[in-house]
T-cell receptor, first 115, second 113 residues
Framework: SQQGEEDPQALSIQEGENATMNCSYK?????LQWYRQNSGRGLVHLIL?????REKHSGRLRVTLDTSKKSSSLLITASRAADTASYFCATDADAGGTSYGKLTFGQGTILTVHP | NAGVTQTPKFQVLKTGQSMTLQCAQDMNHEYMSWYRQDPGMGLRLIHY???????DQGEVPNGYNVSRSTTEDFPLRLLSAAPSQTSVYFC????????????FGAGTRLSVL
């Protein structure tokens, strides 16, 4: 079963606006990661946040993690048309301190940024 | 470095045919995984390997076999293709188990008629 659920399923904004995507998960995690997928391509890692971290930044990306609510959000500031893609959260389960690469993905948010 | 390389990029099969999807990585990663991506379903883990000679099942393993004879290669075999296996397949690798990002191949788009 899917660990993560993301909302919204689709988001349409204008260039320059901020985009916020949310991810909820069910079990304890080691870390949570966000990936981007351009149409017809593979996934590319964006940012990783560990379970003991609450916020992380990378360029125009800001990720927050609330382990008490089992949720995370990805904020893209000052969006560009080139940010148009699908965005996925993925959780690394906290299974005795090891995760064995079993990332569990959400269903993704389709972001469209209009020029 | 080439990263994670998947072949073929596209494949059409008839029901009952068998085939192998190839995956190779040149980063000396211990962990490799296969996912399938279906519309509205995100990515679902099929099989994974924590090192050469070691494989295990993921969320949706039925109808698929894997082996890991070398660190570099992790082929996925469809023994008797079914229309339900029409999907996009992604191979991924990561250096170790904990706290590391995963690198994905470009995907194989498979249609089973």
């Amino acid at each position: 079963s899917q660990q993560g659920e993301e909302d919204p399923q689709a988001l349409s904004i204008q260039e320059g606006e901020n985009a916020t995507m949310n991810c909820s998960y069910k079990t304890s995690i080691n870390n949570l990661q966000w990936y981007r997928q351009n149409s017809g391509r593979g996934l590319v890692h964006l940012i990783l946040i560990r379970s003991n971290e609450r916020e992380k930044h990378s360029g125009r990306l800001r990720v927050t993690l609330d382990t008490s609510k089992k949720s995370s959000s990805l904020l893209i500031t000052a969006s560009r048309a080139a940010d148009t893609a699908s965005y996925f959260c993925a959780t690394d389960a906290d299974a005795g301190g090891t995760s064995y690469g079993k990332l569990t993905f959400g269903q993704g948010t389709i972001l469209t940024v209009h020029p | 470095n080439a990263g994670v390389t998947q072949t073929p990029k596209f494949q059409v099969l008839k029901t009952g045919q068998s085939m192998t999807l190839q995956c190779a990585q040149d980063m000396n990663h211990e962990y490799m995984s296969w996912y399938r991506q279906d519309p509205g379903m995100g990515l679902r883990l099929i099989h994974y390997s924590v090192g050469a000679g070691i494989t295990d099942q993921g969320e949706v393993p039925n109808g698929y076999n894997v082996s890991r004879s070398t660190t570099e290669d992790f082929p996925l075999r469809l023994l008797s293709a079914a229309p339900s296996q029409t999907s996009v397949y992604f191979c991924a690798s990561r250096r170790t188990a904990n706290k590391n990002i995963q690198y994905f191949g470009a995907g194989t788009r498979l249609s089973v008629l």
